[in-house]
């Protein structure tokens, strides 16, 4: 029995020498009573002039709180502490001229005993390493990823299409990149809230992954194809197409992309439709880097948008430079906001009287122009759709109907009853969605002092007919007592038959008809099919761009109240509008 116990005594001294951790035994306050090598080759370099003798004093530079920890450990056995990193000052890391040389200690400290502890002592620097490359990719990861939709983000798209730059063009297949923004989506925000946006944007990315069905789509399967969908921002979206064999290919998937996403969504117990707008880049190109082609992207993108949204523009060189043009435009448009460059001009709205007589002070229409220190008088087609893209639209039209209700109360003060009896003013999409909007028109009422009955807001076609959220303004808006018109009307999404939906007190027959009244029955049965709808609903008709006498006489057959039109006038600057006031006789209503 003497031998066996004497043997496992020297087995267990012997595994304690041979260990690949470190031991170390020691009292209550520390010294050791037993050190094996490996502890002694670990604990060496920090130990204060190599001296091993006591634990504490050895770890007192990096875990000065053991004393304190081993102190107010009260039971008989236990581990006190466990998996504690120790990083080894430079200093002692330097002692060790080897590349594998520890640089994190990992320290489990137990009690054994009433009497005793074990110090356990391990090289942790390998798991430490490893521990940062896990977390490291995670952090890329992460980076990578857009926290809302769980799609790749910008960044992975740019890593993508990086790559792809760098790879050789064999010529047989290429990539593309589509570039998608959501056409409504501003709107749904404001007037349904972010919650309802965020889930809108998931499902919009939803629907763009699960579009996406490489069998189809003509991929070279040697290319090293693969198809990237991201979000990048917003209710921007960005796809990368790899192995492409053609352009058409490519459009073909854009296609299939705009029409998944425009069917429509169910949110938050709101029925919601939001197409999108997509831009294609076919290859590089002139592109010599990621944020080109996506710049590129987004320019054809934005061209889509501006042709009407919901369709698809494949990127051209020429696109760049309007790009360019327009944002030179944005610019000294603000510029002209600042400086007071706008400016208002009136066209009249003459009135159709039963008894053939024409009534030259029935309104006005208010049309913002732009005096450019440079160029001169800039018409509003080159700078009113930068203004919506750019969001200085209602900006803009907030300074037109100011100007317009100031001018409108000084001719009345001038002119008495020959002054125009309506003002009208355009409204924009930005302005109805604008919260708190109907607090400026209000605002702007009392200040100038102009009664809501005489002034007319118009609204096109297709902005009345978009949801719930304009139709609610409108309201609000009929509430206050202005008059409200339907502009353009023929144009857009509404009929005949929806008319009587929309909380409109005219409608303004779109010059398209009118222009060929004279010419084209059709024309002419259309034209007169809306003035009787319109008389039966109570509403009033407006005929636009009247350009001839027959076309005049044409609507005051079918008794159109009222038109405008360059046969009356172009639009005026404000003293040439009186001036064309006096030199006719205004007759009374």
């Known amino acids: 029995m003497q031998l066996d116990a004497q043997q496992a005594y020297e087995g267990l001294i012997e595994f304690l ?19 094996n090598p490996m502890a002694s080759s670990l604990l060496m370099p920090i130990a204060p002039q190599a001296a091993l003798d006591n634990m504490f004093a050895v770890l007192e530079p990096l875990a000065p709180e053991l004393r304190a920890m081993v102190a107010a450990f009260e039971a008989p056995s236990g581990i006190i502490a466990e998996g504690l990193r120790l990083v080894l000052p430079p200093a002692a890391q330097s002692q060790r001229s080897s590349s594998s040389a520890p640089q994190v200690l990992s320290l489990n400290l137990m009690k054994t005993d009433p009497q005793r502890l074990m110090f356990v002592v391990a090289d942790a620097t390998l798991e430490v390493q490893r521990e940062h490359e896990t977390l490291s990719r995670r952090l890329r990861s992460a980076a990578r990823t857009d926290q809302l939709t769980r799609m790749p983000n910008r960044e992975a798209v740019r890593e993508e299409i990086a790559r792809l730059l760098m790879r050789p063009d064999d010529g047989d297949s290429r990539f593309a990149v589509l570039f998608l923004n959501c056409d409504r989506f501003r709107q749904v925000n404001d007037s349904l809230g972010q919650a309802v946006g965020d889930q809108l944007l998931v499902l919009v990315g939803e629907r763009i ?20 969908a991201a979000r990048v921002g917003g209710d921007e979206f960005v796809v990368v197409l790899d192995g492409m064999r053609s352009c058409a290919d490519a459009e073909k998937v854009a296609a299939r992309l705009l029409d998944a996403v425009a069917r429509p969504y169910a949110v938050g117990g709101h029925d919601i439709v939001c197409s999108a707008s997509l831009g294609i880049v076919w290859g590089a190109g002139a592109a010599r880097d990621p944020d080109e082609v996506l710049r590129d992207a987004g320019i054809a993108m934005v061209e889509a948008k501006r042709a009407g949204g919901a369709r698809q523009r494949v990127f051209e060189s020429a696109m760049r430079e309007r790009a360019a043009r327009r944002a030179d435009i944005e610019s000294e448009l603000r510029q002209a906001l600042v400086e007071e460059q706008l400016f208002v001009v009136y066209q009249p709205v003459v009135g159709m009287l039963p008894d053939g007589r024409t009534d030259h002070a029935a309104g006005v229409e208010a049309l913002v122009r732009w005096r450019h220190p440079v160029r001169g008088i800039v018409p509003p087609i080159d700078f009113i759709q930068v ?34 009896r309506l003002m009208a003013v355009n409204l924009s999409r930005a302005q109805l969605g604008q919260a708190g909007w109907i607090d400026t028109v209000q605002r702007i009422l009392h200040a100038t002092g102009m009664p809501a009955a005489q002034l007319q807001l118009e609204v096109t076609e297709s902005l009345a007919a978009q949801g719930e959220d304009v139709q609610q303004r409108l309201h609000e808006l009929k509430r206050l007592g202005v008059k409200l018109a339907l502009d353009d009307f023929g144009t857009g999404y509404s009929s005949l038959s929806s008319l009587h939906l929309l909380p409109v007190d005219t409608v303004k027959i779109d010059r398209s008809f009118v222009s060929q009244a004279d010419t084209s029955a059709h024309h002419r049965v259309l034209i007169e099919a809306t003035v009787k709808v319109a008389q039966s609903l109570g509403m009033r008709t407006v005929a636009e761009g009247i350009e001839t006498l027959s076309q005049a006489e044409v609507v005051r057959a079918y008794s159109c109240n009222k038109a405008q039109g360059y046969f009356y006038s172009r639009p005026l600057p404000a003293p040439d509008l009186l001036a064309w006031l006096d030199s006719h006789h205004a007759v009374a209503a």
């Open 17 to 35: 020498y041979r260990a690949p951790i470190g031991l170390a035994q020691t009292t209550l306050d520390g010294a050791v009573d037993m050190l």
């Open 209 to 228: 992954r699960g579009a996406l069905r490489p069998p189809s789509d003509r991929i070279d399967p040697h290319a090293g194809a693969g198809q990237l």
């Open 387 to 420: 203004a919506e893209e750019c969001g200085l639209i209602g900006a803009v039209g907030d300074f037109v109907l100011e100007r317009a209700c100031r001018d409108f109360m000084a001719w009345r003060a001038e002119l008495g009853e020959r002054a125009p």
